[in-house]
């Protein structure tokens, strides 16, 4: 699983860094997933990083700081 949202983050990197943001694998607890957010990302509507990750692994729980 880790693998799978590494690899769905790194295909949004390139949009996230042209907003001046990144996002981060954090702690993986179960079905529970943390993502860091910063930059104009920790501001923003998480949706899009949301929509990639569930894309590759439905069913999990993301929270974000």
Known sequence: MENEITEA????????EAHDGYAELGEVNGSRVTIY???????C???C????I????PGIELIFR
Do not use: F, N
């Open 45 to 47: 509507e998480p949706k």
């Open 49 to 52: 990083i949301e929509d990639a």
């Open 37 to 43: 957010c910063g930059g104009r990302c920790a501001d």
């Open 54 to 57: 569930k894309d590759k692994v």
């Open 9 to 16: 983050l790194g295909a949004i990197r390139s949009y996230i």
